[in-house]
């Protein structure tokens, strides 16, 4: 068990890298609870998500479906990046990451007479988060809740639906087939439970992080935060920047002129790739953000924030304790439904 943002989190239950393995060839299990809902409600609720983020939430064309967004400062950096759903008429959940929670909440009660009227603001502590990841997710969880099996077969990525109490997305952090419940908290012990007995496997935060990396999706705090824009953090398809929507750092985003690249990184010496080492490229220096070796790929990867010009192919050194190793540039994901997307 380890701190993490306030909460005390299991590391592993035994095993990162069969954990790891095992979302990648099955199912995994992961208590997510840390993270936040917070339903924003009200005739004033979509003026209101247009205004405080980035990409625009009248995408969210019909009830269940979800979209990836960041919630910016007027300069651009990055308040948090989250999940928006919409659940029914004037009716929006989203979910924030734990360590900006109390953050991202403050600013949007601040923000909220920001498009005239202001919507109700609730922060669901009430609810406890279960992603369920793998290929065989599905099954998995219909074997749990055999109620849900007609839903979960109908229900596309980034799309969500609610049964009874639980609220099911699919989602997640991993860069395969999967779902996050919703949950009340006092039913989670027993959907854990039965999600073991289906053949699920508990994993902990080292897995999540490895999973997450070969997949090529942001840490927050990591590899984007409030110093840097999401043109910098290979997020600009998150950014809707067509038609005259104004939004909270529009005119920042549109201020700049030659972003730098967000990219990843194979190493092709031995060695292991961690967050702030030095990057050489012809074009400049740039910096690891995220990384770590790869259990699916049997290498060393990173994601990287490299000067503007940089290009997936080129050859680039990493400063390691003092040896400047060779590292070649990709474009992730690194690993997507179990299989490299990357040419080792």
């Known amino acids: 068990m380890v701190p993490f943002s306030g909460w005390d989190m299991p590391l592993h239950y035994g095993s990162q890298i069969e954990e790891h393995h095992a979302v990648r060839r099955a199912c995994g299990i992961f208590d997510v609870s840390h993270m936040l809902a917070v339903d924003v409600e009200g005739s ?10 980035a990409n625009d ?55 909220a007479g920001i498009s ?6 609730r922060a669901r502590r009430d609810l406890a988060m279960i992603a369920v990841q793998g290929p065989t997710a599905q099954a998995t969880l219909a074997t749990a809740i055999p109620a849900a099996r007609e839903l979960l077969a109908g229900l596309r990525p980034f799309h969500a639906a609610a049964l009874a109490e639980l609220f099911i997305a ?12 919703l ?50 953090s290979g997020l600009a398809w998150t950014v809707d920047l067509s038609g005259e929507r104004a939004f909270i750092g529009r005119d920042a985003l549109t201020a700049i002129a030659s ?40 290498r060393s990867i990173a994601l990287a924030r490299l000067p503007a010009g940089s290009v997936a192919g080129e ?13 070649r540039v990709v474009k992730p994901p690194f690993v997507r439904h179990g299989h490299a997307m990357v040419e080792l």
Do not use: K
């Open 315 to 327: 050859e680039v050194t990493v400063d390691i304790r003092g040896r400047s190793l060779r590292a």
């Open 116 to 121: 005239g009227e202001a919507p109700e603001i």
């Open 44 to 53: 004033a609720a979509l003026a209101f998500l247009r205004a405080l983020l």
């Open 57 to 111: 939430a009248a995408r969210l064309d019909h009830a269940g479906r979800a979209l990836y967004a960041c919630m910016l400062r007027d300069d651009g950096g990055v308040l948090d990046d989250l999940i928006c759903y919409r659940r029914g008429d004037a009716c929006y959940r989203l979910v924030v990451n734990a360590g900006t929670a109390e953050a991202d909440l403050a600013w949007l009660r601040a923000h």
């Open 183 to 232: 949950l009340p908290a006092e039913r989670a012990v027993a959907l854990w439970n039965d999600l073991q007995s289906a053949g699920a496997r508990p994993c902990g935060l080292g897995a999540r992080d490895t999973l997450r990396l070969e997949a090529g999706m942001n840490l927050y705090g990591q590899d984007m935060d409030q110093s840097v824009s999401p043109l910098e």
């Open 170 to 181: 699919r989602t997640g952090y991993t860069g395969e087939d999967g779902f996050e419940i």
């Open 259 to 298: 972003p730098r690249a967000f990219l990843g990184l194979l190493l092709l010496d031995p060695g292991v790739l961690r967050a702030h080492q030095a990057v050489r490229t012809r074009h400049g220096e740039g910096v690891v953000t995220s990384g770590g070796f790869s259990p699916t790929l049997q």
